[in-house]
């Protein structure tokens, strides 16, 4: 079995933790998972099995939407509700005028910094790790992006908020900071992913329905194909004899519109098969595989 299952993973799990049951319930040791979420956090949670593997490193690398919960007159040390209570501070000033003007300066690219308790290796070794041994980490801030940052509800000291943002993107730093520039601190109460790449919240199974299909023998009713990870690149169509060429890794030229950006791009064969992953290389100006699929 080879594609991706859309699962909507729930609270109190990890990823791994879904990866292990995956592989009870399909009874295949070829499963992987693109893009950690937190125990505390559900929603989606795109799952690859056999050469959909493959593609697990084009997921993780795609933006992600979510609904958090903060809630503003305390910080933890982990940014988020499992955590121990730091700080705390009156949430009397706070009001929805001065939230959304706060909520302007995190918009855009941004530097942000991660919290101490993350998956983040640090000379190998987790940060959360570290962190547990006493050590007093202070984490390098990284260039990311919040391409939408919309206010869904207010109901002081609660608020709920629509996240769109890029791979690397912390909420639990977004919710500190977004208390610290208010002077009331937060933590994040609460966090759903709504999207992974071209996945939707609405579109995912919980494993409990997996399991089921998987008994029912319905599996492919939910099974997603590998190349929908890779949806926002351009696709080559060759035909039989270039497919062939490119089975074997060979460069090629593809008379397909690419686009002006040229970087990566799915590539098929006459029939419509998907059998590549190709990146362009500038200095040849020709496509060569990454990755050949279809050969086990």
């Not at 992987?32 to 937190?38: E, I, M, P, S, Y």
């Not at 958090?68 to 940014?79: Q, W």
């Not at 919290?115 to 990311?144: H, M, N, V």
């Not at 008994?215 to 194909?225: D, Y």
């Amino acid at each position: 079995m080879d594609g991706i299952f859309n699962i909507h993973k729930a609270t109190g799990m990890t990823s791994h933790d879904v990866v292990a049951r995956v592989r009870k319930i399909l009874k295949q040791r070829r499963v992987g998972h693109a893009g950690t979420l937190d125990p505390a956090a559900s929603g989606v949670l795109p799952i690859c099995v056999g050469q959909g593997t493959r593609v697990a490193e084009y997921l993780s690398e795609s933006g992600k939407e979510y609904q958090a919960t903060l809630l503003f007159g305390s910080e933890t040390d982990t940014y988020d509700s499992e955590g121990t209570i730091t700080r705390t501070a009156s949430t009397a000033h706070l009001d929805l005028a001065s939230i959304k003007q706060a909520l302007t300066q995190f918009r855009g690219p941004l530097m942000q910094t991660p919290p101490r308790y993350s998956a983040i290796k640090i000379d190998g070794q987790a940060a959360y790790k570290r962190t547990r041994a006493g050590e007093e980490l202070a984490l390098a801030a990284r260039p990311i992006e919040i391409s939408r940052l919309e206010i869904i509800a207010w109901d002081a000291p609660t608020l709920v908020l629509d996240v769109a943002c890029s791979k690397g993107t912390y909420i639990r730093s977004l919710a500190f900071d977004l208390g610290r520039a208010l002077a009331s601190g937060a933590h994040l109460g609460g966090l759903i992913r709504t999207r992974s790449g071209p996945f939707n919240l609405a579109d995912s199974i919980t494993l409990e329905e997996l399991a089921e299909a998987s008994e029912q023998g319905q599996l492919a009713e939910h099974l997603q194909p590998a190349d929908r990870a890779l949806a926002r690149y351009p696709a080559l169509h060759l035909s039989s004899e270039e497919a062939v060429r490119v089975k074997h890794g060979n460069p090629f030229v593809s008379s397909g519109d690419a686009g002006s950006e040229k970087t990566l791009a799915r590539v098929y064969n006459a029939e419509g098969d998907f059998i590549a992953i190709a990146a362009w290389e500038a200095q040849s100006e020709k496509w060569q595989p990454r990755k050949v699929f279809g050969q086990e």
